[in-house]
């Protein structure tokens, strides 16, 4: 009993390593799997004791939850702040793509090849998942349907955006920011897939 209280009490003392969890957590998830990504392997990764992580975590799926919404959370502040006061539907739909090409090429996000995982959630958080993706999505679709509406897109059907969002997560598979295209090229391709090339316009 005396031994749980003072590795409780250790633990205590140690910074708050919540940040550095959820990124190590989500990079194995990705790489190894839900399923066959032990606590071990997360706590050894950051260098901590094998039970340390349950200091800040009621459990491994709580941890995968904690994991997705940190991303996603993270991104929709990151695009809110990118697209804020760009009144130009085509330009800010740039802006947004550009802005997740960022938090997915430029940054540690796992977030895009993580969700996959969600089948390992229960009910409750995949709902809580799944809310917090569509307020995501929400500036995408209604600058899509203002595309639409002013005649410069085909069609703003939500698999339009699904569509989309496949095209540019895939991205993580195999771009190479030591290659011959810049972000900036590679976000301007992913708009001319959906305007006409005389629609099609810069930031």
């Known amino acids: 009993m005396a031994r749980g209280r003072k590795a409780r009490n250790t633990a205590l003392l140690e910074p708050n390593r919540r940040e550095e969890l959820l990124r190590a957590a989500a990079r194995l998830f990705v790489a190894k799997g839900f399923d066959a990504t032990t606590t071990r392997d997360i706590a050894d990764a950051v260098g901590m004791r094998s039970g340390s992580p349950f200091y800040h975590f009621r459990s491994k799926q709580d941890l995968l939850k904690a994991a997705m919404a940190d991303g996603l959370e993270t991104g929709y502040r990151r695009l809110l702040a990118a697209s804020d006061g760009i009144d ?4 800010r739909l ?18 895009p090849m993580l969700l996959y995982e969600s089948r390992s959630l229960d009910a409750t958080a995949r709902a809580e998942i799944a809310a917090i993706t569509d307020r995501y999505q929400k500036p995408w ?7 639409a509406a002013a005649g410069k897109l085909k069609s703003s059907a939500p698999p339009v955006r699904l569509l989309l969002f496949g095209m540019l997560n895939w ?24 305007l006409a090339p005389s629609q099609a316009t810069q930031a």
């Open 171 to 194: 991205s993580v598979q195999w771009y190479r920011a030591d290659g011959s295209l810049s972000l900036d090229q590679l976000s301007d391709c992913a708009l001319a897939m959906l």
């Open 141 to 147: 679709q209604a600058t899509l349907d203002e595309l």
């Open 88 to 91: 130009d539907a085509e330009r």
């Open 94 to 111: 740039r802006v947004l793509i550009r802005t997740h090409l960022s938090n997915l090429l430029e940054g540690d996000c796992q977030t």
